[in-house]
């Protein structure tokens, strides 16, 4: 008997096969890198090839939802759209009501909550998306600091220092972070670490990448192609060089 | 809390296209939420916030009609009575918050109680008062007390006083028409600082310097607008609450008992004193006679 027809049915070894599709689903989209640094977080997404009668102003992948906090997805672009729509709605709800931000905290808990509804009732399919979220509030003691959330299609949240969603080598990726990441790194180096590790799977250029940084208080600022070419032209001359004193090493001895 | 406007998915476990019962579930949504005579709706009974309305055309204008909390003798064609009848105040100065309210309840011409609590710990950073309709500001207040507390919970922090007092407001608003009876102030310490709330019950919200609710308010204002400066030292704002809140149960027949004051501080709330009235009157005369003869 196949297990995975209906969302609301356990397969009998404890899996929600809907669930675990979904998430393959999530794999198929583009790579999302989220890095958190002393004071601010960079998102950093891969730009799919647009064809050419395509207006590449439409495709935005990294998307305000409120005043502070923006957020980036990896999977299906339709069911991004319709949660992205469904926080925005909340984040403005909440303001009404508490006249206050929602912390970047609220809004992961908010957004996560939505996707666990869509794995536990009948008749809806889980959402194909995977987001990383980028905002401010989410720490009582010091309220302006940028943290970054991530959720997934099964409906968990958790903040997490530097993440990837999205794409075949996710895993690869977030071992290249855990080993390139150290604490307190300042904006420009958690730039460069975020697209450090998109050029490992995207083709070098700023055509191919999108970067947002959120900076300490919540400001949103947009990383321009010259800018995001100019670092890649550093990181690719450092990798020649390490590349030309490793077969010069090789060489001699 | 779900604060969502946005339309959330409608069908529940069960309900789905397999479900052999789900067309008649329908058709019950589709007859309307009061139901009719072959079907009549289900009664939600313990549901925290769901009330059983009388089962009439205009639930609203009879609720209104009959069972309104007014002041003096406007409810004198009902048959229960509400109590009601107070006079609470509050004002903010330099040094935080004062509270100060009175703890007399009348049903009609009848005393039903000397010693009501007007003032409700919501935590140890809110206050809220009671004044109108003694079972509605009870009920509600402790109702805000539960959702403050949810708050808390589930953000780790604890509720703003104008995220507080919004809740209990919006409350208020949604319950219009039917004949709530609420003037309450919803007061505290958070993180920008003292804020004092006046919350009424057709939903007006308003923040401000100082507020007096009840039917005793008109003779606290006098006082509180003679003497209120915000320099005014911790000791001289308390006798300014005391001396508001005396005169107040002097003249006013629906307010009197027992003097409850409060001061909110930036670390909570402190108890400061439960005096009767009484015991004012009698003092205040002595001062008096003794400021006439030097």
Redesign the interface.
Do not use: C, Y
């Given at each position: 008997m196949s297990y995975d027809r209906a969302i609301t049915v356990f397969s009998p070894d404890g899996h929600l096969l809907q669930v675990e599709y979904s998430m393959e689903a999530v794999r198929r989209g583009s790579t999302v890198v989220g890095v958190q640094g002393k004071d601010c977080v960079v998102l950093a997404v891969e730009k799919k090839a647009i064809a050419k009668l395509q207006d590449a102003r439409t495709i935005r992948k990294i998307v305000s939802v409120d005043e502070r906090t923006v957020l980036a997805f990896a999977g299906l672009t339709a069911d991004a759209r319709v949660l992205i729509n469904k926080v925005r709605v909340e984040a403005q709800s909440y303001r009404l009501t508490m006249e206050d931000d929602p912390s970047v905290d609220y809004i992961g808990r908010y957004l996560a909550r939505v996707q666990q509804q869509y794995t536990q009732q009948g008749g809806v399919r889980p959402f194909g998306v995977a987001s990383l979220l980028a905002g401010v509030a989410g720490d009582q003691s010091d309220p302006d600091k940028p943290l970054l959330y991530q959720t997934d299609p099964a409906g968990t949240h958790s903040r997490w220092k530097a993440q990837v969603v999205g794409g075949r080598n996710a895993k690869s990726l977030r071992e290249f972070l855990e080993k390139q990441y150290h604490e307190d790194l300042t904006e420009e180096a958690c730039v460069r670490l975020a697209i450090q590790a998109l050029l490992e799977v995207v083709d070098s250029g700023a055509k191919t990448m999108e970067i947002c940084v959120i900076q300490r208080g919540g400001k949103k600022v947009n990383i321009s192609e010259a800018q995001v070419d100019a670092v890649v032209k550093e990181i690719e001359a450092e990798q020649q060089e390490e590349k030309g004193r490793g077969t010069g090493a090789a060489a001699t001895s | 809390m779900d604060?969502?406007?946005?339309p959330?998915?409608c069908?529940?476990?069960?309900?789905?296209?397999?479900?052999i019962g789900s067309r008649k579930a329908q058709a019950k949504r589709q007859r309307g939420a009061l139901g009719d005579a072959m079907s009549p709706a289900p009664l939600e009974l313990g549901m925290p916030g769901q009330f059983d309305l009388p089962n009439v055309e205009d639930p609203a204008r009879y609720c209104r009609t009959n069972f309104a909390s007014v002041c003096g003798t406007g409810d004198e064609h009902q048959a229960v009575k509400f109590a009601k009848g107070t006079t609470t105040l509050a004002f903010k100065f330099n040094d935080g918050i004062i509270i100060s309210v009175d703890s007399r309840s009348t049903m009609g011409n009848y005393i039903s109680s000397g010693t009501v609590q007007k003032i409700i710990k919501i935590n140890p950073f809110l206050l809220g008062t009671m004044a109108g309709g003694a079972a509605d500001c009870s009920f509600w207040e402790r109702n805000l007390g539960m959702e403050c507390r949810l708050y808390e919970l589930?953000?780790?922090?604890r509720?703003?006083v104008?995220?507080a007092s919004?809740?209990l407001a919006?409350v208020m608003s949604s319950y219009r028409g039917y004949g709530l009876s609420m003037g309450t102030m919803v007061t505290g310490w958070d993180e920008t600082g003292p804020q004092l709330y006046y919350v009424d019950d057709d939903g007006t919200r308003l923040k401000g310097r100082y507020f007096s609710v009840g039917s005793g308010s008109m003779y606290a204002y006098g006082v509180l607008d003679t003497g209120y400066k915000p320099d005014l030292t911790v000791d001289e704002a308390i006798e300014l609450g005391t001396r508001a809140i005396y005169h107040a149960t002097h003249r006013d027949a629906a307010s009197g008992g027992i003097n409850n004051l409060y001061h909110m501080t930036k670390d909570g709330w402190k108890f400061i004193h439960a005096v009767d009235v009484n015991d004012l009157h009698y003092k205040y005369a002595e001062e008096k006679k003794n400021a006439m003869a030097t």
């Open positions: - | 604060f969502a406007f946005g959330e998915p069908m529940a476990i069960g309900h789905d296209i397999l479900d589930r953000n780790g922090r509720i703003t104008a995220a919004k809740l919006n």
